[in-house]
């Protein structure tokens, strides 16, 4: 017989456990030097929550401790927001990224870091940045980042937004402001909305994947 283990785990009659909670949770991790790309987590943050069930974790890095191993491992998405410096990611947020690859983020399991475990594969993934100009580099940046989530096995997902993103000058591969030279420019309505956007996107598709896990597993 089916069995009952904690709130949302079930035991099927072939004896898989199965986690039929319908919330998702949205890991926000971002490093912001001047407020920028902090502005842009929060609107991301508000995105998400507008999914019914959506749960969002912030976590600014660089100022504050690192999150912990267990509560990426709880998140079903893992947003990474960080400013464009020369055309990359900033320091900061790819250390966040080389430090869980090596397994210094937590503990490491079974003597091994958490990639080797598969920890982050089907997860869904996405990005934000912030950059001096226009055409500072940000694409490159929001890449950089993406590529990293790829080498985890993660599902990444972009804005999708439609054709108009071009006029209102919006990336396909992500959110992006424009804070100016001096970094100190916070991001204006049009790209707020896409960050609110990206962050829907990302519960949704988040919700869709753990929905369809539930039913697949389900008997």
């Given at each position: 017989?089916?069995?009952?283990?904690?709130?949302?785990l079930r035991v099927t009659r072939?004896?898989?456990?199965?986690?039929?909670?319908?919330?998702?949770?949205?890991?926000?991790?971002?490093?912001?030097?001047?407020?920028?790309?902090?502005?842009?987590?929060?609107?991301?943050?508000?995105?998400?929550?507008?999914?019914?069930?959506?749960?969002?974790?912030?976590?600014?890095?660089?100022?504050?401790?690192?999150?912990?191993?267990?509560?990426?491992r709880a998140a079903d998405a893992?947003?990474?927001?960080?400013?464009?410096?020369?055309?990359?990611?900033?320091?900061?947020?790819?250390?966040?990224?080389?430090?869980?690859?090596?397994?210094?983020?937590?503990?490491?399991?079974?003597?091994?870091?958490?990639?080797?475990?598969?920890?982050?594969?089907?997860?869904?993934?996405?990005?934000?940045?912030?950059?001096?100009?226009?055409?500072?580099?940000?694409?490159?940046?929001?890449?950089?980042?993406?590529?990293?989530?790829?080498?985890?096995?993660?599902?990444?997902?972009?804005?999708?937004?439609?054709?108009?993103?071009?006029?209102?000058?919006?990336?396909?591969?992500?959110?992006?402001?424009?804070?100016?030279?001096?970094?100190?420019?916070?991001?204006?309505?049009?790209?707020?909305?896409?960050?609110?956007?990206?962050?829907?996107?990302?519960?949704?598709?988040?919700?869709?994947?753990?929905?369809?896990?539930?039913?697949?597993?389900?008997?």
């Amino acid at each position: 017989m089916p069995g009952v283990l904690r709130r949302g785990l079930r035991v099927t009659r072939e004896g898989n456990v199965v986690d039929t909670d319908r919330d998702v949770k949205v890991a926000v991790v971002y490093y912001s030097r001047f407020g920028s790309v902090a502005a842009m987590a929060q609107a991301v943050a508000e995105g998400c929550r507008r999914v019914p069930g959506a749960e969002v974790l912030l976590y600014r890095i660089g100022e504050e401790p690192p999150p912990e191993l267990a509560d990426l491992r709880a998140a079903d998405a893992l947003v990474v927001g960080t400013p464009a410096y020369f055309g990359n990611a900033a320091s900061p947020a790819l250390s966040f990224f080389e430090t869980l690859l090596s397994g210094q983020v937590g503990a490491k399991v079974e003597g091994r870091a958490p990639w080797w475990h598969q920890m982050f594969q089907d997860k869904v993934g996405a990005a934000f940045v912030s950059c001096g100009a226009e055409h500072a580099g940000s694409e490159h940046a929001l890449q950089a980042v993406l590529r990293l989530m790829m080498h985890l096995g993660m599902v990444v997902v972009t804005p999708g937004l439609p054709e108009p993103m071009f006029v209102e000058h919006r990336s396909p591969y992500g959110a992006v402001a424009v804070a100016g030279p001096g970094g100190d420019r916070p991001p204006n309505l049009t790209e707020l909305d896409a960050a609110r956007e990206l962050g829907e996107r990302v519960a949704t598709v988040a919700m869709w994947l753990r929905l369809g896990r539930i039913a697949a597993m389900t008997p």
